[in-house]
């Protein structure tokens, strides 16, 4: 399920993170890379500085989403020479990283700066921070949690953190700027005012933000408008039943709501693709038939976003 959520993650920010076209994302080799991608200025400066022309580093992706930089970091960072120096600069970078996307709304309390470093830098900050633990313990001070991962289990857990840190940078910055206000239309209102209605409070879901729920109001309404339409000489099982969409997984696994999407914009894909869907799917393979006609639908249309069926 992870790996899947990553593929997914490293596919959009890879063709939609950047402010200049596409650029290959790898979680978390590349993430970690740009953000102490560094190249030698001048050698009595003793300092290392991004080359801000050929390099896309992480925290220019995260200025193009967010249109506001982190306090306190500049793109051009400068690290120090000194390993141990580094790793405090970057950790600290990291810290305030995580700091500025918590102060946005992410979910982030899980993810601790180390996990964002390189192995070598995380290897450093165990090291450092043993000789304090012994240092505090010895002198009387209370002693600090540290944890010591193996050299696999920090590669998982960091490639865990940084995929999070990614989903909740699509939560924050992305996912608002989908617009609840919806057109009033009185032919779909009217079919639809028998629904339940996805409330738009904040503290309605501690699942889904109001953003999210503004996309599942808008997954009912163009699915209730449409089924009737877009399937209405289907010889595969008929019109298909009202539904109340609640979720992004289960809720979609038939491709029958994500076509009446795509139907609302594309109608003339109904004759050519969505007529040929199972309205009442049952079997595995009646669901793998749906999709795929969905997929398809997908690249007539020139929608290549790498969705596997």
Not at 58 to 75: T, V
Request: glycine share 4%; charged share 20%.
């Amino acid at each position: 399920f992870f790996q899947k959520t990553l593929t997914a993650v490293r596919g959009w920010f890879t063709l939609f993170g950047w402010a200049k076209g596409q650029n290959p994302v790898s979680i978390p080799h590349s993430l970690r890379r740009d953000v102490c991608k560094v190249q030698i200025t001048v050698a009595q400066d003793k300092n290392f500085k991004r080359n801000l022309d050929k390099d896309k580093g992480f925290y220019e992706m995260l200025f193009h989403l967010s249109g506001q930089p982190i306090p306190g970091i500049s793109a051009s960072q400068s690290l120090p020479l000194d390993p141990v120096e580094r790793m405090f600069q970057l950790h600290w970078q990291h810290s305030e990283l995580l700091s500025f996307l918590k102060s946005q709304g992410a979910y982030l309390s899980h993810v601790m700066p180390e996990f964002l470093l390189e192995p070598k830098d995380y290897k450093t900050w165990i090291k450092v921070h043993t000789v304090l633990k012994v240092v505090r313990t010895s002198g009387g001070f209370s002693k600090k949690q540290i944890f010591v991962l193996e050299d696999s289990t920090f590669e998982t857990m960091s490639k865990r953190a940084w995929t999070d840190v990614l989903l909740q940078t699509y939560k924050v910055f992305v996912l608002p700027h989908v617009s609840s206000r919806f057109i009033s239309d009185p032919s779909s209102l009217e079919s639809i005012q028998n629904m339940p209605r996805i409330k738009s409070e904040p503290l309605s879901s501690n699942i889904y933000s109001r953003y999210e729920r503004a996309m599942l109001t808008w997954l009912n309404k163009h699915y209730e408008k449409n089924r009737k339409i877009v399937w209405k000489d289907s010889k595969k099982g008929g019109i298909p039943p009202m539904r109340w969409i609640v979720n992004f997984d289960q809720d979609l696994l038939d491709g029958l709501v994500l076509a009446a999407q795509i139907a609302s914009y594309c109608p003339y894909l109904i004759p050519t693709h969505f007529i040929r869907m199972y309205t009442d799917p049952r079997t595995h393979e009646q669901f793998l038939h749906n999709c795929l006609i969905v997929v398809k639908a997908m690249h007539a249309v020139h929608l290549d976003i790498n969705i596997k069926v």
